[in-house]
């Protein structure tokens, strides 16, 4: 069913189809309340009608609302309108992990880890409040337009401490599933952990571990396998990172790493070292934990410059003897100097200034003092740019001990967002809205119009829906109202006078009429609407009425014995007709039986000069002129 163009429940425009997953359908909406675009997520119709789909959709909603944090995908609402259940999100402006994988083909080891990293902040916060996600996948990890993670569609998601596995049985994508979750076991957020082995293993090889013919094969190798190292199809992957990987996704749950946090600690050493030493989380077989100790040992005997020295039996009981008293002597040297050096007060310095700084800066300046910096976390800073340091732990100049370790956070640059729509807020609601948004008021343009109030935002630069970085600076278009002016009187001027006067003030001629006036002379302006003085909008058309002058009374005297001495009949019909002001002529006189040589003495009213006819008996006999002073 084709949704696009409704409106749900009054609030969600729906503009286009954007994605399709096994039980909902995603469209990208306008929320016409805060006027910003979002992601809806509507259940499909096959499930609408089955009250155990709809009650694990509407689960999606109740579990993903409860968390908030930067790497999970926010849930604003969820709602039903009569067949319709759907969920509102946060559009995300990037690719899936899935698409960015299929675009890049295999990551570096340092970008894997620092995307499973956010990924795994994500988790330990879902984690916390006992959601477990159950579907963890690239299609699952969407990213902004800076490649920033969140983990999405927490579509199968229970509550940890009621999960059971047999519910929503096999639902989890195959290829990513842990083995007790393949078995129908008990599933925890050591299964999320593992699921998210599986995606780092595809991150950093470009291959999946398992694949087959069908998904039951594949579940089944999950089960029974053992996942080997990424290391076996990509060497130069460091032994480190390959051991998460390994830890992330061993077979019994007990041998992973037991929750999120843990992963965190292992991945922030990879992070400040990516050739670093990570300890495996399980028990190793004895061929493995002697190859890993000959590793170590290698490695110390190459630091420490030494050989394998001389061997015990080939020495004599006088020099044992002697090494045993040279190796007593030494211990109580060593002794004497460890309780000297506890007793002595600790050497302090200043903590140094990190903030502005790259890591690499910050550890040598770090080195150079004695002491020791650790990144902890990588956040969105507006003021500090992308890679810098932009806060630490410890305020630059207090006095710390040497071999202190300072945490530092780092900067991913400004957080990418939608620009909020501030058309038809007051200015100072603008202002606040934006503010909250992280963004800069650059500038305020203030201009009349006729359709917003005074005060209230008519336009934004850039636009709404635009995708900016926090900071980015706004240009508003405030109304100053409509553009008024005060009607000029115009009464009493001629026609050039009231055109030059109306245009002055952005005004508009509309309609000229004439008529008599005993007050105004002719050709002068007796009447204006609207009235002189009143406030108007510019561009009002405006009417006016011109004086044709002052009105006076005539007689039209007319003798009949000039036009009826022919006439056998001793009485006439008469009729005398006069110009109006509009040329027309109009009766002014009208008889049936006059006698033939009376004369008729007509008074008319009038101004300047009019015209009139004599008709007698239906003739027109006559015409005249009459002058009104």
Do not use: W
């Not at 109740?62 to 509102?88: F, T, W």
């Not at 401490?161 to 925890?188: F, N, R, T």
């Not at 002794?335 to 050096?341: D, G, N, P, S």
């Not at 800069?440 to 630069?461: A, G, L, P, R």
């Amino acid at each position: 069913m084709d949704i696009t163009g409704k409106i749900l429940d009054g609030k969600y425009k729906i503009i286009k189809l954007v994605g399709t997953g096994g039980m909902a359908r995603v469209y990208k909406a306008q929320d016409i309340r805060l006027d910003r675009y979002v992601a809806v997520k509507v259940l499909k119709e096959d499930y609408a009608g089955d009250e155990q789909f709809v009650k694990k959709f509407m689960k999606e909603a109740q579990a993903a609302a409860k968390l908030a944090h930067p790497n999970i995908v926010n849930v604003y609402d969820v709602g039903s309108e009569k067949d319709l259940h759907y969920i509102v999100m946060e559009l995300m402006g990037g690719p899936s992990l899935n698409d960015y994988l299929d675009e890049k083909g295999v990551l570096s080891a340092q970008e894997t880890v620092d995307l499973i990293y956010s990924i795994a902040l994500g988790l330990n916060h879902a984690h916390a409040n006992n959601i477990i996600h159950r579907d963890i996948k690239p299609h699952n990890i969407l990213m902004t337009p800076s490649h920033m993670p969140k983990v999405a569609d927490f579509g199968i998601a229970v509550a940890a401490k009621s999960s059971s596995g047999a519910e929503d049985d096999g639902l989890g994508s195959v290829h990513y599933v842990s083995p007790e979750q393949a078995k129908g076991g008990v599933v925890d957020e050591r299964s999320d952990l593992y699921s998210l082995g599986i995606m780092m293993f595809e991150m950093l090889t470009g291959e999946l571990p398992y694949d087959g013919d069908s998904p039951v094969e594949v579940a089944l190798m999950h089960v029974q396998n053992t996942v080997p190292s990424p290391r076996t199809v990509n060497k130069r992957i460091p032994e480190g990172v390959a051991q998460v990987v390994l830890n992330l996704t061993r077979k019994d749950p007990k041998d992973r790493y037991q929750n999120a946090r843990a992963l965190l600690d292992a991945l922030r050493k990879l992070k400040s070292d990516i050739n670093c030493d990570i300890e495996p989380t399980y028990k190793l077989d004895p061929k493995e934990q002697a190859a890993r100790q000959k590793n170590k040992k290698n490695t110390a005997n190459i630091r420490k410059g030494t050989s394998k020295g001389t061997s015990k039996s080939t020495l004599s009981k006088a020099e044992r003897k002697k090494r045993a008293i040279i190796a007593g002597v030494v211990f109580g040297v060593l002794v004497i100097t460890a309780l000297v050096f506890l007793l002595m007060p600790p050497k302090m310095v200043e903590a140094p200034q990190f903030v502005g700084h790259t890591v690499e800066e910050a550890q040598k300046i770090a080195e150079d003092s004695g002491l020791k910096v650790t990144v902890t976390k990588y956040v969105n800073s507006t003021t500090v740019k992308e890679g810098l340091i932009c806060e630490q732990s410890v305020v630059p100049g207090t006095e710390v001990e040497v071999r202190t370790e300072i945490e530092v956070y780092v900067s991913t640059g400004p957080k990418v967002v939608e620009v909020p729509s501030v058309i038809g807020y007051y200015e100072d609601e603008a202002r606040t809205i934006l503010k909250k948004e992280n963004f800069v008021i650059k500038e305020t343009v203030y201009e009349f119009n006729d359709k917003y109030e005074k005060d209230m935002v008519f336009s934004q630069n850039p636009a709404q829906g635009t995708m900016a970085a926090e900071g980015t600076e706004i240009t508003l278009y405030v109304s100053k109202g409509k553009d008024t002016v005060s009607m000029p009187k115009i009464l009493g001027m001629t026609l050039e006078e009231a055109r030059t006067v109306l245009a002055q003030n952005g005004l508009i001629l509309r309609s000229i009429e004439y008529d008599t006036s005993s007050t105004y002379s002719k050709d002068l302006i007796m009447k204006q609407s609207p009235t002189a003085y009143s406030t108007v909008d510019k561009n009002t058309t405006v009417d006016i009425v011109i004086s044709i002058g002052k009105e006076t009374y005539q007689t039209i005297q007319v003798s009949l014995k000039k036009y009826t001495g022919s006439i056998q009949d001793e009485s006439v019909s008469v009729r005398i007709e006069m110009q109006d002001r509009d040329g027309n002529y109009e009766v002014v006189y009208a008889e049936e039986a006059v006698q033939k040589n009376e004369t008729i003495n007509v008074e008319v009213k009038g101004t300047g000069e009019r015209y009139y006819m004599v008709y007698v008996n239906g003739l027109n006999v006559d015409m005249g002129r009459v002058n009104f002073q």
